[in-house]
């Protein structure tokens, strides 16, 4: 009786120091900062963009020349991995020419520690900027968010008018992707990082285009659809056969599915 004792205060010690991990340690779960690519910043030095915020220097790369609705901008919020640069690549093979790519708070060269309300605060702050100082219209701007950003790109279409959203592999909320991953612990209760898109969704009436990776492990695919359904607006969704997370940007079909 007193082993049995022992034990399940032994296991209550367990899981209570599980839930503090949990807790405290949360940003370096959910975040992964990137160094800026030295190589990139070369090659795309003409287009480097600092923006202060908050006392925080953001650093990233922007083209904004000639806007239009037929040559719109695109605002990109990256995965929680990713470093800005490497998607300028990407975003020319899908035929736009203007964009905007800033590394969140403490990826790159930008200043800070990456928390969700700062990454939000930041992509307002960006997009008014940006919109102002050139004098672009709603309906020549595009959202597109990946993993992470897709949760930061359904925050701006919920708080600004733009013309469309293309999220990608993207989730309903961290949460239900967390308490699916840790069902034995009260993650609803734990997190701070919530991401809750699914919130969101209901209320914002823009066109969006979903992408999804039909084998994705990191976020499964039917947290996804469900965002699809919740959305208010036009929704277009495409299920990659054959994709996970990583690899849906090199399925055959991705680029010219997004491109206009």
Not at 127 to 156: C, F, H, M, P
Not at 209 to 222: G, M, R, Y
Request: hydrophobic letters at 40%; one cysteine or more; charged letters at 25%.
């Amino acid at each position: 009786m007193k082993i049995l004792k022992i034990f399940s205060v032994f296991l209550l010690l367990c899981y209570a120091g599980i839930c503090a991990f949990l807790y405290t340690q949360q940003n370096k779960l959910i975040y992964f900062p990137q160094p800026e690519d030295l190589e990139n910043a070369k090659t795309f030095k003409q287009f480097l963009t600092e923006i202060q915020h908050e006392g925080i220097a953001l650093h990233g790369w922007s083209r904004v020349q000639n806007v239009s609705p037929e040559n719109p901008v695109v605002f990109y919020y990256g995965g929680n991995g990713d470093e800005a640069s490497r998607n300028i690549s990407v975003l020319a093979e899908m035929g736009f020419k203007n964009f905007v790519a800033m590394n969140y708070r403490g990826y790159g060269r930008s200043g800070g520690k990456p928390d969700e309300k700062d990454l939000k605060k930041d992509a307002l702050y960006i997009l008014d900027e940006i919109v102002k100082t050139n004098g672009i219209q709603a309906e020549s701007i595009i959202l597109i968010g990946r993993s992470l950003g897709s949760g930061i790109a359904t925050y701006v279409a919920s708080e600004r008018d733009v013309a469309k959203v293309v999220l990608i592999t993207p989730y309903d909320s961290i949460v239900n992707v967390a308490q699916k991953r840790f069902p034995l612990f009260p993650v609803s209760t734990l997190l701070r990082q919530r991401y809750e898109s699914d919130k969101l969704a209901p209320s914002i009436e823009k066109p969006m285009l979903c992408l999804i990776a039909d084998q994705d492990q990191i976020i499964p695919k039917h947290h996804a659809i469900k965002l699809c359904e919740l959305w208010k607006g036009d929704t277009q969704k495409v299920v990659f056969e054959k994709a996970n997370h990583n690899n849906i940007k090199e399925h055959p079909d991705f680029i010219s599915t997004v491109s206009r």
